[in-house]
Nanobody, 116 residues
Framework: QVQLVESGGGLVQAGGSLRLSCAAS???????VAWYRQAPGKQRDGVAT???????NYADSVKGRFTISRDNAKNTVYLQMNSLKPEDTAVYYCYVDYPDYGLRSWGQGTQVTVSS
């Protein structure tokens, strides 16, 4: 089982930026990776995904503001978040999926709070 550790969350004013990191305990080269977020009282929703081949996809609410990227050499995935809004406030989770092995894993989450 791959362990995931997210970091980079915090408190930021609206319009500011944060970069989240998701460090895996093993190789992510063959994994599809995603960032999800969950606001209080709401369901966990997908924010961005990046495939093992580097293709990306974003939720409409973050398109043009967030960028997902990966560094396979460091077993790390990033989420650059710009022009943050109060509605981006949530716990952000990293998720990896190894389709060739049927393995999936979640990180513990990192809190992002955007003040108005």
């Amino acid at each position: 089982q791959v362990q995931l550790v997210e970091s980079g969350g915090g408190l930021v004013q609206a319009g500011g930026s944060l970069r989240l990191s998701c460090a895996a305990s093993g190789s992510i080269a063959s994994a599809n990776v995603a960032w999800y977020r969950q606001a209080p009282g709401k369901q966990r929703d997908g924010v961005a995904t990046i495939t093992s081949g580097g293709s990306t996809n974003y939720a409409d609410s973050v398109k043009g503001r967030f960028t997902i990227s990966r560094d396979n050499a460091k077993n790390t995935v990033y989420l650059q978040m710009n022009s943050l809004k109060p509605e981006d406030t949530a716990v952000y989770y990293c998720y990896v999926d190894y389709p060739d092995y049927g393995l999936r894993s979640w990180g513990q989450g990192t809190q992002v709070t955007v003040s108005s």
